[in-house]
Nanobody
Framework: QVQPVESGGGLVQAGGSLRLSCATS????????MGWFRQAPGKEREFIAA????????WYTDSVKGRFTISRDNAKNMIYLQMNSLKPEDTAVYYC?????????????????????WGQGTQVTVSS
């Protein structure tokens, strides 16, 4: 399995913005979506956003809808997560996954699955 490489994390004040990047190492076409997850201290890893191979379809968990935007550049083998209006509760290690299965359960995509390899993640810290 191709292991993604995440970058772009850092320390930002509440209300600020960050752009995360994920290198997909030339992953060829896949039936799976690709996306982002995050894990806060003491919590389970949670789904954030996913994007289809063509980029025409995106999925978001409710807590980031309207603030985060996922995008991809297949020519550069990159996936991005633009994060605006950051909140202290967004503090977490953010992970990219190249095989995501969006699942709409009980009115939310929060239980979507990442079944590909996990990278090392990138730390995002939002100060209040």
């Amino acid at each position: 399995q191709v292991q993604p490489v995440e970058s772009g994390g850092g320390l930002v004040q509440a209300g600020g913005s960050l752009r995360l990047s994920c290198a997909t190492s030339g992953r060829t076409f896949s039936a799976y979506a690709m996306g982002w997850f995050r894990q806060a201290p003491g919590k389970e890893r949670e789904f954030i956003a996913a994007i289809s191979w063509s980029g025409s379809t995106t999925w978001y968990t409710d807590s980031v809808k309207g603030r985060f935007t996922i995008s991809r550049d297949n020519a550069k083998n990159m996936i991005y997560l633009q994060m605006n209006s950051l909140k202290p509760e967004d503090t977490a290690v953010y992970y990219c996954n190249l095989e995501v299965t969006p699942r709409y359960i009980s009115g939310s995509y929060s239980r979507s699955l990442g079944i590909g390899s996990w990278g090392q993640g990138t730390q995002v810290t939002v100060s209040s």
